[in-house]
Each structure stands twice: as structure tokens, then as C-alpha cells.
């Protein structure tokens, strides 16, 4: 087995094969650190240690201009400081308006009970009859979820789809009843 210490110094001689040879020996330990940083991270983060093991490994060796590096210690220290990095301009970016960081989270039961409880059932019904119109699909799982109480996993069981489908699909309907829920409360409010 290669030394890491080697493989880095062939990397700083131009080595092209170097970079491909130290992924492998050096993977598993910098996704032990991605997961270490990712857990320090406010919980939704949607950034995967896979992810950001591949994008820190990619700033430091795939550019072909890196530092020389003073053995396996300081190589860590690099990447360890190049996923900060990385989870830094990422949130960052999701504070920007244009990423929804004017934005607060809002469950749809949080949202209906905001609303006018005599209007409530009926501005979810107008909004669910749109939503179906559109996606009829995701007004089926909100259906399912929201009236008959079923989990997300028995609700993809029943309509047929994945549970990873099943949760993208209720994320989208939930944000498209919420925005619809509003549209409803605000022109009701005129």
C-alpha cells in the first residue's frame, strides 16, 4: 500500500496518476471528517459527507496548482479547512433571498391553524382541488397523509411511488398548499 505522504509529494511533482492513487487511501478517513463537520451543522442541512468529501478532495488535488504538502497531517488540516469552507459559502448562500433565506419554515398543520377556523377546511379544499387540477399525484398524498393520517411510507405504498419520491412529492405540496393557503388568507383579509 502507498504511502499517503508519497503520493502527495508525487502530486506536487506533477504526478497525473498520484491524485487517482490517493483517493482510495485517504476516502474513508476524510468522510469520517465530513461526517464530523456535518454533524456540528443546524439539523436540515441537505449537504452529504459524500458531497462534501468529493468537493473538498476536488479543491484541493484537481486544480493542479496546490501548495506543497508537509505529509498526511498537514493534507488533513488542508481539507478539514477546505470543508469549512465549503459549509460556510453554503450557507451563505442559502441566506441570499434569491435562495429562500428571507424565508421562515412553516409546517402546513402550523398553517392552518393560523388561519380562520371557519375557512380553514374550505380554503384546503379549494387549494387541494387546484393542486389535483395540477398535480393530481401530490394532492393524493396530501390526501392520504393529511385526512386519512397515513405515514409517508404507507402513503407511497399506497399510491404506488418510493418513499424518497413520496417525501420530495409531500415537500413540494406542502409548500404549494402553504403559498396557496396565503394567496387565500390574504385576498380574504381585503
Same mark, same amino acid.
Given at each position: 500500500? =502507498? &504511502? #499517503?505522504?508519497?503520493?502527495?509529494? %508525487? $502530486? ?37 459527507? !459524500?458531497?462534501? #468529501? ?31 469552507? $465549503? ?18 419554515? $412553516?409546517?402546513? &398543520? =402550523? ?17 387541494? !382541488? ?24 404507507? %402513503? ?8 424518497? !419520491? ?25
Amino acid at each position: 500500500m =502507498e &504511502d #499517503v505522504t508519497q503520493l502527495l509529494n %508525487a $502530486i506536487e511533482h506533477g504526478d497525473p496518476q498520484a491524485a487517482e492513487r490517493l483517493l482510495p487511501l485517504v476516502y474513508e478517513e476524510l468522510r469520517r471528517l465530513a461526517a464530523q463537520k456535518l454533524a456540528q451543522e443546524k439539523p436540515g442541512q441537505t449537504l452529504q459527507a !459524500t458531497a462534501l #468529501v468529493h468537493e473538498a478532495y476536488l479543491r484541493l488535488v484537481g486544480k493542479g496548482d496546490e501548495p506543497p504538502w508537509n505529509g498526511r497531517g498537514h493534507f488533513f488540516a488542508a481539507a478539514a479547512e477546505a470543508m469549512r469552507r $465549503i459549509l460556510v459559502d453554503q450557507a451563505r448562500r442559502k441566506k441570499r433571498p434569491k435562495h429562500g433565506g428571507d424565508r421562515r419554515r $412553516i409546517e402546513l &398543520d =402550523e398553517a392552518l391553524s393560523a388561519a380562520d377556523p371557519r375557512h380553514d377546511l374550505l380554503a384546503l379544499d379549494d387549494a387541494l !382541488t387546484q393542486l389535483a387540477a395540477r398535480e393530481p399525484v401530490k394532492a393524493e398524498l396530501v390526501k392520504l397523509r393529511y385526512f386519512a393520517g397515513l405515514s409517508l411510507e404507507d %402513503a407511497a405504498a399506497c399510491l404506488g411511488v418510493s418513499p424518497a !419520491t413520496a417525501k420530495r412529492y409531500w415537500a413540494v405540496a406542502r409548500a404549494w398548499l402553504f403559498a396557496a393557503l396565503s394567496d387565500a388568507g390574504e385576498s380574504d383579509a381585503e
